[in-house]
C-alpha cells in the first residue's frame, strides 16, 4: 500500500485508473437520469418538483463526504507526513466546493416553488452555507502560501477544526425545527421514500461518487507534476514530450512516457 | 406523455430544468477546469526546463 502512496507510482496508476472511472460515471449518469426523468414517478405531494432531489441530495451528500475526506487526508499528511494526501487534500477542496454550490443553488430552485422561498436562514441552510465558506477557507490558505508543506498543514488545521459543521449539517434537521425537511433516506430503519424514487437516487448518488473520485484523480496529477518538478522523473516526463515534435521518426518515444 | 407534458414537468418546468442545466455544468466545469490545468500545468514546466537548461 505504502508503494502507492509515493508521487511517482501513483501518477501513472491515476493515469490508468481515469477511463475507467469515468467510463463508470458516464454509464452511472446515463442510467441515473433515465431513471430519474422517465422511470421515476411524480411525487404525490411534490409533483414534479421531486425530480430536483435527483441533483440536491446526492450533491448535498457528495459536498459533505469531499469534506471529510479532505478533512481526513489532511489529518494524515499532518500525522504521517505523505506527500500524496496533502496532494489529495489540496484537490479535494475546489471539487466539494462546486458540489456545495450545486447543492445550495438546486436546494434554492426547491424551495421556491415548494416553500415559496429563495433562500431561508434556517439551520440546514446555514450550516450548509458554512461549509461552503470552510472550502473557500481552506482554498485560500492553499494557494496563499507559497511553501506547500506549510500551506498543506496550515488548510489541514482549518479543515479540521471545521470537521465539528459535518454533524451539524447531517442532525441540524432534527436539533432544530428547520424549514428544511428532515432526512429521508439516512435515517435509522425504514427510508421514508418510496423505492420507485429511492432508486434513481441511489443511482445518481453512485454516480457522483465516481464523478469525484475521477475528476479528483485528474487534479491529483497536475498537483503532483508541479510539486515533484525537482524530481527527475517529471523533469524526464516533461521533457520526454517536449522534444517529441521534434524527434525524426515518428512513434519512437518510449512508451508511457507522456503518461 | 407528450414531450411538451414531459418539458413542462407538470408547471416546475423553469425549476427542474434549470436544477438539471446547473448539474451539466458544474460536471463539465470540473472536468474542463483539471484537463486545461493539466495543459497549463505542462507547459509551465516545459518553459521552467528549458530556463533551467540555458542558464546552466
Redesign the interface.
Known amino acids: 500500500m505504502h508503494r502507492y502512496a509515493s508521487p511517482k507510482t501513483f501518477y501513472p496508476l491515476a493515469g490508468r485508473l481515469i477511463p475507467w472511472f469515468g467510463g463508470a460515471t458516464a454509464l452511472l449518469l446515463a442510467v441515473g437520469l433515465y431513471y430519474a ?1 422517465f422511470v421515476a414517478p ?1 411525487d404525490y405531494q411534490q ?3 421531486v ?2 432531489m435527483f ?2 441530495v446526492p ?1 448535498a451528500w457528495m459536498s459533505m463526504f469531499v469534506y471529510v475526506v479532505m478533512a481526513a487526508a489532511g489529518a494524515a499528511g499532518l500525522v504521517w507526513n505523505v506527500k500524496l494526501t496533502e496532494v489529495l487534500a489540496r484537490s479535494c477542496a ?2 466539494g466546493a ?2 456545495t ?2 447543492a445550495l ?2 436546494g434554492s ?2 424551495g ?2 415548494m416553500w415559496g422561498t429563495w433562500w431561508a436562514w434556517d439551520a440546514r441552510i446555514t450550516s450548509e452555507l458554512i461549509l461552503l465558506f470552510l472550502y473557500l477557507g481552506v482554498m485560500a490558505l492553499q494557494s496563499a502560501i507559497d511553501d506547500p508543506k506549510r500551506a498543506a498543514r496550515a488548510a489541514a488545521i482549518l479543515a479540521l477544526v471545521g470537521v465539528v459543521n459535518i454533524p451539524i449539517i447531517h442532525f441540524s434537521v432534527e436539533w432544530w425545527n428547520t424549514l428544511h425537511q428532515p432526512a429521508s433516506v439516512t435515517r435509522i430503519g425504514r427510508p421514508a421514500i418510496h423505492i420507485s424514487l429511492l432508486v434513481p437516487l441511489l443511482i445518481m448518488a453512485v454516480a457522483f461518487m465516481f ?1 469525484f473520485v ?2 479528483a484523480l ?2 491529483m ?2 498537483e503532483i ?2 510539486r515533484e ?1 525537482h524530481t527527475a522523473w ?2 524526464e516526463l ?2 520526454s ?2 522534444a517529441e515534435p521534434a524527434s525524426p521518426v515518428a512513434g519512437n518515444r518510449p512508451r508511457g512516457a507522456a503518461g | 406523455m407528450s414531450w411538451s407534458d ?1 418539458f413542462a ?4 418546468g423553469f ?2 430544468w ?3 442545466l ?2 451539466a455544468v ?2 463539465a ?3 474542463i ?3 486545461r ?2 495543459k497549463t ?2 507547459a509551465r ?2 518553459a ?3 530556463f533551467n537548461r540555458q542558464n546552466r
Open positions: 426523468l411524480p409533483g414534479e418538483s425530480r430536483i441533483i440536491h450533491a475546489p471539487i462546486w458540489f454550490v450545486l443553488a438546486t430552485l426547491w421556491k416553488p464523478y475521477t475528476v485528474l487534479r496529477r497536475n507534476l508541479e518538478r517529471v523533469t516533461i521533457q514530450a517536449d | 414531459f414537468m407538470g408547471g416546475y425549476y427542474v434549470t436544477s438539471y446547473l448539474a458544474v460536471l466545469l470540473n472536468v477546469l483539471p484537463l490545468g493539466r500545468v505542462r514546466l516545459r521552467y526546463y528549458r
